[in-house]
């Protein structure tokens, strides 16, 4: 076959897959590009001098220990399922190969942050058996676990592009707003004066969740390019119904983390924070906006950059790529 017409024949997923990684010229380069600023953004947890989060987890009152202790809980619980979903279930269905060097990328990533979250919870708790075995103790937490697995199997043994795309869009809520009730705790620890070297961590971990979010998004606009026949009613209205299903899910736990209060943090102020970022979500999704609620914490978006670094690099860079065009050789 001509080389130039197999690259068209490619496809995101259901391509032709001859697992020879030949990426040259690429299908979708808007991969090369979230690859090469992955690798970029390469970093290591010990990195980070956790020795005066030690000291002062000491000090946290009650409250602010069981917020840390449990956000701490759930997000290295979250990884571990990224992980997973990953490797034995996403990567499985794409064809594309710069796609699947991304989803590799990733992978490593997740696992890094594993490490992460290890790391701080070894260095800086009373008992880290304690918080590596919540998960088993607390339904709240089995729960929301239990669910965002359920979420990642949407595959399992019933693939079609259709369930693919509702999976890509479990995935962008899983980086988008499943860990952010979780950052938002040590964004406000950090901003009055505690835990800044967890902050520093965590703000490692969000960079590279921005743009995995990124990688989903623009998989979907892809699959929008590809796909069109899947992209009807019936299955937006199951992708807003999948956005608030994960706002119901993570606000509750949000909520949960601060038992009604810690540091300012309130209730209304977590549950508007997470409906503001399924907003922003939807948004990108080219669909309208599901809540229509400010920003109660404007501070986090600056707070938690690294280095000042934006974190809409890719915003509407995707489409600018003729994704259903022909190539030259």
């Not at 030690?54 to 979250?78: G, I, W």
């Not at 190969?97 to 590799?104: A, D, G, K």
């Not at 992460?116 to 998960?135: S, V």
């Amino acid at each position: 076959m001509n080389k130039v017409v197999h690259v068209n024949d490619r496809r995101l997923i259901d391509g032709p897959q001859d697992r020879m990684m030949c990426i040259s010229p690429l299908r979708h380069p808007w991969a090369r590009d979230i690859w090469r600023v992955m690798l970029n953004n390469t970093w290591f947890p010990q990195e980070i001098d956790f020795s005066k989060d030690v000291k002062q987890y000491r000090t946290l009152s009650d409250a602010e220990k069981t917020m840390y202790n449990r956000a701490l809980a759930f997000l290295s619980n979250l990884d571990g399922i990224q992980f997973n979903n990953l490797t034995l279930n996403i990567g499985n269905y794409i064809t594309s190969p710069e796609v699947s060097m991304c989803i590799s990328r990733q992978s490593w990533e997740e696992a890094n942050h594993v490490d992460a979250y290890a790391t701080m919870i070894e260095a800086i708790t009373d008992d880290p058996q304690d918080i590596y075995g919540l998960f088993a103790r607390d339904d709240t937490l089995s729960r929301k676990n239990k669910y965002i697995m359920r979420q990642s199997e949407i595959l399992g043994e019933d693939y079609s592009a259709r369930n693919f795309a509702l999976a890509v869009v479990a995935n962008i809520c899983l980086e988008g707003i499943y860990f952010f009730s979780g950052f938002l705790a040590f964004y406000t620890l950090a901003r009055n004066g505690k835990m800044l070297n967890s902050a520093d961590n965590i703000r490692f971990i969000q960079r590279d969740e921005n743009i995995h979010k990124e990688l989903f998004i623009a998989m979907w606009e892809t699959l929008q390019a590809e796909r069109p026949e899947i992209f009807d009613e019936g299955f937006y209205t199951d992708v807003v119904e999948l956005i608030k299903s994960a706002v119901d899910l993570e606000a509750s736990w949000g909520k949960y983390i601060i038992e009604g209060g810690v540091l300012g943090l309130s209730d209304a102020i977590v549950e508007d924070y997470i409906k503001h970022l399924a907003d922003g979500i939807a948004g990108r999704l080219g669909l309208p906006k599901i809540y229509g609620v400010k920003n109660p914490v404007p501070w986090v978006e600056d707070f938690s950059n690294i280095n000042g670094e934006e974190s809409n690099f890719f915003e509407s860079k995707v489409k600018a790529y003729a994704i259903g065009g022909s190539l030259e050789w």
